[in-house]
């Protein structure tokens, strides 16, 4: 009923530019999945500002309770699709974990995630960060004024843990990139042993991002790496410090994805392209006019229903500003970014960055020529579909052909040094050199092998 409504619309008098290519979708009543955090915002908005329904789809949002369940559900076909860490379908189409070829057409963001340690490693922390001019910590700041920290508990025989939302997910590699960077070793994981803590220096476990806070606070944890609104809480609650952001970390890097099975993709080709076009009216919403939006997204976000966290934890970071230390609040204009810089293009290269830091800390077990990064990569990451929905979306007036990169081979150019907190740049194109360029983590044909590496 609802599709035959859906196409009555499309066909009289309403034939604005909004139903200038309305898609006969194969599938139009959908149930996507997230997480309850702020980089779900273009599914809650193109939801509340009916761009779902623009394309004849009728959507529920349903929060999931973390993210191997919403994972499953999306394998199992109770989601259709969801919001999903970027390491996800890479993983499941690898066969790392749950075997199933997951897809994704749109990225959702980036940057977003950053690192907290509590106020008590913060006091130990803080005489080795060097001060600015204003008295204030300089930033980025690096490991290397945690690693005396670590050193000082192991030496005391207390081990020293940290916590990340989910083995593949962009807040582990981020972590580990951070204390690697510092000199410190993170730890490897091995087809025998997946708790990732190998030889490592930091342990590091999974935490659901709501429960982060929380566990930190209960001393589980000295701190963590979390997307937000979960970094700002403890400022909030006065219970831990923000040590660097991953825009810090990394400039611009990309964060979570859209995801969907391939064979959902396939029976669904329509929907799957209504979905997308109407994802990337979200993003454009959500980045357009200097982030005008944003207030607007921020109280949408506080619902219950999406994020559910006190609007004044979620416009710290939201509308261009991050707070680190309690009064420490600094200027972060690309903290969250959903649309400018191709944020919502789905390049191969950063498929290929994930799947290199699989490989640096042996989730994937053996070494893989260059082409096999980019096979995987053009087997998950869907950029032809992201194009086809963006055309769609110019020829109908709601988008400008001049925000997409439509002459792109799929990579991004290379990620200069200074982009990059360690100083070393990235080339989606040669994921091997990259990976010899790394000084902590495995490279060539190594191997984690019992507790030592070979190779």
Same mark, same amino acid.
């Given at each position: ?60 949002l349903e929060p999931q309770a973390n993210w191997k369940v919403l994972l499953d559900g999306v394998i199992g076909g109770q989601l259709d699709g969801a919001h999903m860490l ?65 050193? $000082? ?42 708790s990732g803590q190998i030889g490592a220096e930091v342990l590091l476990s999974v935490t659901p991002p709501p429960q982060m806070p929380a566990t930190m606070e209960a001393g ?30 990394? $400039? ?24 997308? $076009? ?178």
């Amino acid at each position: 009923m609802k599709k035959a409504l859906a196409i009555l619309i499309a066909s009289t008098c309403l034939t604005g530019p909004a139903f200038a290519e309305m898609l006969a979708v194969e599938k139009d009543e959908l149930k996507f999945g997230f997480i309850k955090l702020t980089d779900m915002a273009p599914l809650a908005v193109a939801y509340e500002q009916g761009y779902f329904e623009d394309e004849g789809l009728f959507v529920t949002l349903e929060p999931q309770a973390n993210w191997k369940v919403l994972l499953d559900g999306v394998i199992g076909g109770q989601l259709d699709g969801a919001h999903m860490l970027a390491g996800q379908p890479l993983a499941a189409t690898i066969g790392y974990g749950t075997q199933a070829h997951i897809i994704t057409p749109f990225s959702m963001d980036l940057n977003g995630n950053g690192i907290t340690v509590s106020n008590a490693i913060w006091d130990e922390m803080k005489p080795n960060i060097p001060a600015g001019a204003d008295g204030k910590p300089v930033h980025p700041i690096s490991a290397s004024a945690l690693k005396p920290v670590v050193d $000082k508990y192991r030496a005391e025989g207390k081990p020293f843990n940290m916590g990340m939302v989910f083995p593949v997910s962009t807040h582990n590699y981020e972590l580990r990139y951070w204390l690697a960077a510092g000199g410190i070793q993170p730890g490897y994981y091995s087809p025998e042993n997946v708790s990732g803590q190998i030889g490592a220096e930091v342990l590091l476990s999974v935490t659901p991002p709501p429960q982060m806070p929380a566990t930190m606070e209960a001393g589980t944890i000295y701190g963590y790496s979390v997307g937000e609104p979960w970094n700002q809480a403890a400022v909030f609650k006065g219970i831990g410090v923000p040590v660097i952001t991953d825009y810090e970390l990394w $400039k611009n890097n990309p964060e979570k994805v859209f995801g969907m099975t391939a064979e959902f993709a396939e029976a669904n080709p329509n929907t799957t392209l209504a979905v997308t $076009k109407a994802l990337i009216r979200a993003a454009i919403w959500l980045d357009e006019n200097d982030n005008a939006n944003r207030m607007e997204a921020v109280e949408l976000l506080s619902r219950p229903e999406y994020v559910g966290a006190d609007k004044e934890v979620i416009a710290n970071s939201m509308t261009g500003t991050f707070e680190y230390e309690k009064g420490d609040k600094r200027a972060v204009p690309d903290f969250n970014v959903f649309f400018r810089y191709n944020a919502t293009y789905p390049f191969y290269s950063d498929a290929v960055w994930y799947l290199t830091q699989m490989r640096r800390w042996g989730q994937i077990a053996e070494a893989k020529p260059d082409s096999w990064y980019d096979e995987v990569a053009k087997s998950v990451y869907k950029p032809e579909i992201y194009l086809k929905a963006a055309k769609m979306l110019v020829d109908e007036g709601l988008a400008d052909a001049a925000d997409f990169p439509w002459e792109s081979d799929g990579y991004k150019a290379p990620t200069p040094a200074s982009d990059v907190i360690d100083g070393i740049g990235y080339d989606g194109k040669t994921p091997n050199a990259y990976l010899e360029s790394l000084p902590i983590g495995l490279k060539g044909n190594q191997m984690v092998m019992g507790n030592q590496i070979k190779g």
